[in-house]
Nanobody, 127 residues
Framework: QVQLVESGGGLVQAGGSLRLSCAASGRTFSDYHMGWFRQAPGKEREFVAGISWRGDRTYTADPVKGRFTISRDNAKNTLYLQMNSLKPEDTALYYC????????????????????WGQGTQVTVSS
């Protein structure tokens, strides 16, 4: 089992920045591809960004490309999402998720392909 705990969410004005963190425990964090997803009220959960187990491959969804950056520190067992130039449409509950790299060589972009999830951290962007 991998336990994931997100933090860093909050209320921010449009144009502002936030940095989300996801602390992992229980298994070897560096064995896992990691992803960030978000879910707004009344909408389906959507992929935001993903990163390979070594951190050498990253993927970012088009709506946030150029504004959000995913990274990881395997020595600290922590995943990050730097969010800049935030927009009201970025308002959502943000989740981190993990998928063991031995199961799949690629970084999944579908939520169904992730095995472990955190409880989420709320990001609210005011206009």
């Amino acid at each position: 089992q991998v336990q994931l705990v997100e933090s860093g969410g909050g209320l921010v004005q449009a144009g502002g920045s936030l940095r989300l963190s996801c602390a992992a425990s229980g298994r070897t964090f560096s064995d896992y591809h990691m992803g960030w997803f978000r879910q707004a009220p009344g909408k389906e959960r959507e992929f935001v960004a993903g990163i390979s187990w070594r951190g050498d491959r990253t993927y970012t969804a088009d709506p946030v490309k150029g504004r959000f950056t995913i990274s990881r520190d395997n020595a600290k067992n922590t995943l990050y999402l730097q969010m800049n130039s935030l927009k009201p449409e970025d308002t959502a509950l943000y989740y981190c998720a993990g998928r063991h790299a031995a199961i799949t060589a690629w970084v999944p972009v579908a939520s169904r392909d992730y095995d472990y999830w955190g409880q989420g951290t709320q990001v609210t962007v005011s206009s």
